[in-house]
């Protein structure tokens, strides 16, 4: 099983910060990382796959970087929409695994 | 465009099974994805319970697959989801979710449906 840590659990933030979200696998998993948003009550949305691909309809202010065990997401400008719970998911091999999430909260 | 709605009972007694359902409408089941069940604890993240393929091929979660069916119907274009011996741990939204199957992250999910496990 691939362990993933995923930093901070909670952040507090304004609308028009710079927000990086780090995820750390227990071993190596190439590219293959994906990042979801998901709003209470609603469920997960796809936002990046292949560790930095861009999900078709998704805003460039979200971006994803990093390969082998260190992934990272930022949100270049914070926008009220953008407050939400954030989870990174590998699908390099079984089973599937998420992150714990990180909750962007309005500081 | 694909769309995936969970459908089922909302409450199942203790050592009982868990039984969904997951219609695909806008494209066929037939295609290259792989169709997967996800669950959320009320208030917790996400779990990855298993997969199938419309070749009837599987993956399942180490962690359940003692308890997991997953199941196919190509007919009626829906996949289904079994877990037996249900315990109140077992309570959680279910979400069904497609995955590419060249870059297999979810990018269709369902709305998700609340399971309660108690008697």
């Known amino acids: 099983v691939i362990w993933m840590t995923q930093s901070p659990s909670l952040l507090s933030a304004s609308t028009g910060d710079r927000v990086t979200i780090s995820c750390r696998m227990s071993?190596?998993?190439?590219?293959?990382l994906a990042w979801y948003q998901q709003k209470p009550g609603k469920a997960p949305e796809l936002l990046i796959y292949?560790?930095?691909t861009l999900q078709s309809g998704v805003p460039s202010r979200f971006s994803g970087s990093g390969s082998g065990t260190d992934f990272t997401l930022t949100i270049s400008c914070l926008q009220s929409e953008d407050f939400a719970t954030y989870y990174c998911q590998q699908y390099y091999s079984f089973p599937r695994t998420f992150g714990q999430g990180t909750k962007v909260e309005i500081k | 465009q694909v769309q995936l709605q969970e459908s089922g009972p909302g409450l199942v007694k203790p050592s009982g099974t868990l039984s969904l359902t997951c219609a695909v409408s806008?494209?066929?089941?037939?295609?290259?994805?792989?169709w997967s069940w996800v669950r959320q604890p009320p208030g917790k993240g996400l779990e990855w319970i298993g997969e199938?393929?419309?070749?009837?091929?599987?993956n399942y979660n180490p962690s359940l697959k003692s308890r997991v069916t997953i199941s196919v119907d190509k007919s009626k274009n829906q996949f289904s989801l079994k877990l037996s011996s249900v315990t109140a741990a077992d309570t959680a939204v279910y979400y069904c979710?497609?995955?590419?199957?060249?870059?297999?992250?979810?990018?269709?999910w369902g709305q998700g449906t609340m399971v309660t496990v108690s008697s």
């Open positions: 292949a560790a930095s």
């Open positions: 071993q190596g998993i190439s590219s293959y």
């Open positions: 806008g494209g066929s089941i037939s295609s290259s994805n792989w």
């Open positions: 979710a497609r995955a590419p199957g060249d870059h297999p992250a979810f990018d269709i």
């Open positions: 199938i393929y419309h070749s009837g091929s599987t």
